[in-house]
């Protein structure tokens, strides 16, 4: 027999007489009149090919195939009862997965922070963290890959928007012996032609470029070594070896090592952290969720840095 032969509302109707032993209390249940309970079941009965109740003028009692049946229409409608609970979380932003990137530093501190809060709101929202490389961000949004991503400021092209957060200006970590930490609020770009430096990202062009996108070409650095991880050129620069040049909010990594941060200006060159997402592909409802809160949180996080 066809599922779709028979109606919710009938095995609504069935479930209700039969807790009830009633078809008038089970009809109030319902806000239906018992003509109308009834109805739904004697419809149902037709359906089945059997009785569900034998009716007296005093009772209303479940038939033996009643009884064989009420189970498995028991178990229907707590799994639509469930449906509908699981439509409303999803349609209020209260349960899924978001996959969301980020680069190293976002990904360790600022990220899981947000998660925890987040989750104190909507608990069944499931947030999974995907470790990407910057360079790489935008590239895995426009993929499919995750729903979301945080990091520096990159290109997006036509399939991937960019909401910018804070902005980050790129400052020089050094150890607190190092020469340039001693006695200076601030280094001028000209004084770091002769600093050895150790750069973090495996795009090197990319990461000197941004460096230098507002410093004039007489004063360019180059980086002596060029690492994968900004937590290996920080222990780098902590050791004295070099010095490091990241933007201020990986202080959250460098600070526990001891390392002091120094403007570098003239000029300075300041980094945003965007929130991105795609263009052309509908994000879920609890995806939306998060950015909305995500976007909110991190900005908080930046002004508190």
Known sequence: MPLTRYTLRQIEAFTAVAEAHSFTLAASRLGLTAQAVSQ???ELEALLGFRLFDRTTRKVALSSAGRDFLPSAATLLRHVHAADSA??????????????GAPLVLASTAL???????????????VR????PVDLLVDRVAD???DLAIGPDRHTGPTVQARPLFDSAWVLWCAPDHALARHRRAVRWAELATVPIVSAGRDHEHNVAQMHQDVPAGTRVTPVDVVDNISTALGIAAQGLAVTLAPAYVAVLARPLGLVMKRVVQPESVRK?????PVTRTLSPAAEGFADFLGAW????????
């Open 40 to 42: 739904l079941v004697a």
């Open 87 to 100: 439509a409303d979380d999803v349609r209020n932003r209260a349960s899924g997965v978001v996959r969301v």
């Open 112 to 126: 899981p922070m947000a998660m925890r809060e987040y989750h104190k709101h909507k608990p069944k929202v499931v």
């Open 129 to 132: 963290v995907r470790d990407v």
């Open 144 to 146: 499919g890959d995750v």
């Open 273 to 277: 952290v965007c929130l991105y997402a």
């Open 298 to 305: 991190m900005r908080r996080w930046g002004v508190d840095l």
